[in-house]
């Protein structure tokens, strides 16, 4: 990378190494000004040009949440409100996947044959029906840009929110920058 005047260029070696020596200018006062290849280094550089945190961990947020949609939950494969692992047995329930909850059955977000509430954790979560069909273990930091953003403790509040409302899951994630 070129760095000059608290601005970055990104070079061919700053991808291949994911970016790892940015991390020292994350948190300061520095902007990547290259464009990005693809759609993930666009939102990467979105989201380290984005200094307030909360506004950063909302970038990421969203295009996960949209990311999961598009690349993972599609292996679910719902048909007639049946999932794959709900039409093959390995699931315990019958329909509407695993949107289910000790001492509250089916979850009450679940609204008009639609989830009410994007939640990042959900849409991590894969059974491993999902996650053997897919041939990969849909955790945290296995997403580049969960490994790259969140610490630890963090990435366990991206695993472990099931159903939380965005706005209190940013909130967890602040807490424990
Ligand atoms: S993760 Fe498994 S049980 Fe849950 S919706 Fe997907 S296929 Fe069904
Ligand atoms: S909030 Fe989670 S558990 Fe509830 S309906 Fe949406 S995806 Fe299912």
Redesign the pocket.
């Known amino acids: 990378m070129v760095v000059r005047d608290n601005k970055i260029e990104l070079e061919e070696k700053d991808y291949k190494n994911k970016f790892k020596k940015l991390k020292r200018y994350l948190d300061k006062d520095y902007k990547i000004i290259s464009k990005g290849k693809d759609e993930e280094t666009q939102v990467f550089i979105k989201a380290f040009n984005q200094k307030d945190l909360r506004k950063r961990y909302e970038i990421i947020y969203d295009y996960m949440c949209d990311y999961l949609d598009k690349n993972v939950c599609v292996v679910c494969d719902f048909k007639n409100n049946k999932c794959i692992g709900n039409r093959m047995g390995t699931s315990v329930h019958k329909e509407n996947?695993?949107?289910?909850?000790r001492n509250e059955g089916f979850?009450?977000?679940?609204k008009n044959k639609?989830?009410?509430?994007?939640?990042i954790?959900?849409?991590l979560f894969m059974c491993p029906l999902a996650e053997k069909k897919m041939g990969f273990h849909s955790l945290p930091k296995n997403y580049f840009l969960l490994k790259y953003f969140f610490n630890f403790v963090q990435r366990d509040i991206l695993r472990y929110s099931?159903?939380k409302p965005k706005k209190d899951c940013i909130e967890d994630l602040l807490r424990k920058k």
């Open positions: 996947g695993c949107c289910y909850f979850c009450k977000l679940f639609k989830c009410t509430n994007p939640n954790s959900c849409k099931y159903r």
